[in-house]
């Protein structure tokens, strides 16, 4: 049978499955695509509530809705009479289950699961979960950080579809969710790090949590060694996307350097993650992030190779990245200059994203001898 997608993962445009989901500055969701075909005919309202947009929109990638979407796998049928009569309970009844002293193992987690399908529906249902209670029980009732990977994952998973409304995303971090995910961040097997650090992407979405966040005890840690030491690529990618949420808030760039991040995303920027390369042109931003990149060998090299044989975000990404660190920097200039980097920018001032071509035009400028030096 045919997987069933709840509605809120069609694009409200072409009414498909989205496959990058971007939030628009009104705070709808689109297929990029879409949304993109919208603005490039000369749009410039939003598509649902039709008010005004500024002359070049943002379009924010919602990472947290996107992996939901490609892990989306409908429940699988009950296995026991049990299970069967859980799978008609309600919100408040399951949320009981999970905080009864009798409720066994099997049962909590069968509730859990239950949530978490009802929790995809859409936004009215995961508004009757978090009324319900839902958030303080998973909380207080599910020992995240043990060796219980089952009842991590279940309850991660919760957390995360819940955090997709933004009316839930200031009220988990109000009631302490952060301890949790941190807690799972730091000691939770793999499966659930790479969970932990999806919710932290999508909590990020909201201004006022980036700083919370990155106030919170050992959580950019905890985000830096997940980056350093995750054994899947889908922890190193779900990590460095955190990070680029949380460093759009100025202050934690420098908590992210001071936690080692540089020369890992540095190794990991040149082995093709895209994400990494995205957070390391934020950290150009600031003289201590210039100084971190470089001070690690071959840096140059680094962003030069993904001039020549990166995706067209990370070209544009060491681009920018580039031009901070040769303004800030005669050597970088002279290196720059001496590994090809000025001729790989003059074939890319034709190119057809304008953001490159303005940012490979820039940078020609300065490698030929008019650096706008501090």
């Keep these: 049978m045919a997987t069933q997608f709840p509605d809120d993962f069609k694009c409200p445009i072409s009414l498909e499955i989205m496959t990058d989901p971007v ?8 297929d990029r695509a879409s949304i993109q075909r919208w603005l490039d005919s000369g749009h410039r309202t939003c598509p649902i509530t039709k008010l005004p947009l500024p002359d070049n929109p943002s379009l924010i990638p919602n990472h947290a809705l996107r992996s939901l979407i490609s892990n989306y796998a409908p429940a699988p049928p009950p296995r026991s009479q049990q299970d069967s009569a ?17 409720s066994s193992r099997d049962s909590k987690l069968n509730s859990l699961a239950q949530l978490c399908r009802l ?20 909380l207080n009732c599910v020992p995240f950080g043990s060796a219980d990977s089952g009842l991590q994952q279940k309850a991660l998973s919760l957390l995360l579809n819940l955090s997709l409304d933004d009316d839930n995303k200031v009220g988990l971090v109000a009631e302490g ?16 790090r790479a969970i932990a650090a999806t919710i932290i992407t999508s909590l990020a979405v909201v201004e006022v949590n980036k700083a919370t966040i990155g106030d919170y005890p050992f959580a950019i840690q905890a985000l830096v060694s997940l980056l ?28 992210v350097i001071n936690c080692g991040a540089v020369p ?57 990245t580039l031009n901070s660190l040769c303004c800030f920097s005669e050597k970088t200039c002279m290196e720059a200059r001496r590994g090809g980097a000025l001729e ?22 300065i490698l030929r001898g008019n650096p706008s030096m501090p």
């Design 86 to 102: 859980i799978s008609f309970l309600s919100p408040q009844a399951l949320i009981s289950i999970l905080t009864s002293k009798s």
């Design 23 to 30: 939030i628009l500055s009104s705070g709808h969701t689109f």
């Design 228 to 255: 350093q030491t995750g054994k899947l690529i889908r922890e190193k990618k779900e990590a460095a996307t955190a990070l680029y949420a949380l460093t759009s808030f100025p202050d934690n760039r420098n908590r």
């Design 119 to 138: 929790s995809k529906r859409d936004s009215a249902a995961r508004r009757r979960i978090t009324e319900a209670g839902a958030v303080s029980a998973v």
């Design 177 to 192: 969710a952060i301890s949790r995910v941190v807690t799972a961040l730091r000691a939770g097997p793999s499966d659930c």
């Design 344 to 365: 790989i920018c003059v074939g890319l001032a034709e190119d057809d994203n304008e953001k490159v071509r303005i940012n490979a035009s820039n940078l020609i400028q």
């Design 264 to 320: 890992t995303l540095m190794q990991i920027a040149d082995a093709g993650l895209e994400r990494a390369v995205e957070v390391l042109s934020v950290l150009a931003k600031c003289k201590e992030g210039r100084e971190q990149m470089m001070r690690v060998a071959g840096y140059v090299g680094v962003f030069v190779r993904m001039l020549r044989n990166g995706s067209s975000r990370m070209v544009q990404c060491s681009l920018f």
